[in-house]
């Protein structure tokens, strides 16, 4: 045996070297899997939200026009949505001239981002429908006859209910005071009471009621007991839903009142639009 004494310096472990070298079940190791683990879902996660944000914005915009659709009593779930959208002609209106304007392409204008947007909206002082904002600018539909006058209007209205703003649209007849239906196709109401406002048999009772009186008041009201403007301005409050009720009611007098769309019915009226 050599008498020559064995060097026992070893080289310091790299880390990498000293992390392997750990057992497989040492906390080290399961924190490391763990949040490897995270973050390789969180990376899928987004890469397919990013992916599918295209298909998601197409499904929007369909939902949307069969909402459309249907508050104009045209939707036949046979027929391409799409196409039959094409029947209707999407104007930019200026609430405050109650006129279509072209300042705007109406195919892309988009309402809920112009209503945050300072330039172009304004904060609300006297806000019963608690939107916060109002756009200054609005996308309306006119459904045509084949003689190009009106059949319809269709007017996106919008406020708060019990617990989620309510986005829709009320569809009035040529005259601009016969309402022809109403319909939501946003709100996170509670399911069997605020909810309800999707329920046919509520959604009906808007048909052949009116917004103003001969004087061209307006007279329209959601509320349990039937006003003295008479029944053909009212609709019945949903019931055991009394704060959601009280959410249209004021939605829909803020929309067809003087910071909505009088200005515009006023001018259809009188024959200039």
Not at 36 to 53: N, Q
Not at 109 to 133: H, V
Not at 220 to 239: N, Q, R, W
Request: proline share 5%.
């Amino acid at each position: 045996m050599s008498d020559k004494p064995q060097n026992t310096d070893q080289k310091p472990q790299g880390f990498i070297r000293r992390f392997l070298a750990l057992p497989s079940d040492s906390v080290e190791k399961t924190l490391f899997v763990a949040l490897s683990l995270c973050l390789v879902a969180s990376m899928i996660v987004s890469a397919v939200a990013v992916s599918l944000r295209p298909i998601q914005e197409v499904n929007k915009l369909k939902d949307k026009q069969i909402n459309i659709l249907q508050v104009a009593g045209v939707y036949d779930p046979s027929k391409d949505v799409l196409e039959a959208f094409q029947a209707f002609e999407p104007q930019v209106l200026e609430l405050e001239t109650g006129l279509f304007t072209d300042q705007f392409d109406a195919a892309t204008f988009d309402d809920r981002a112009a209503a945050d947007n300072p330039e172009i909206s304004i904060a609300l002082s006297d806000d019963p429908a608690g939107i916060g904002r109002k756009s200054k600018f609005v996308t309306v539909y006119l459904l045509r006859n084949e003689d190009d006058s009106i059949d319809k209007l269709i007017l996106p209205i919008h406020g708060y209910g019990l617990w989620s703003t309510l986005y829709g649209f009320i569809a009035l007849e040529a005259n601009g005071n016969d309402i022809y239906g109403l319909q939501f196709y946003s709100h996170a109401e509670t399911p069997g009471l605020g909810a309800e406002v999707d329920n046919p048999r509520w959604k009906v009772l808007w048909s052949g009621k009116k917004l103003a009186d001969a004087q061209n008041e307006l007279q329209i009201s959601v509320t349990k007991a039937v006003p003295a403007a008479g029944a053909e301005y009212h609709v019945d409050a949903l019931s055991g839903a009394t704060l959601t009720s009280v959410g249209v009611h004021n939605l829909v007098r803020f929309w067809m009142g003087e910071e909505g769309y009088a200005p515009f019915l006023a001018n259809l009226k009188a024959g200039d639009i």
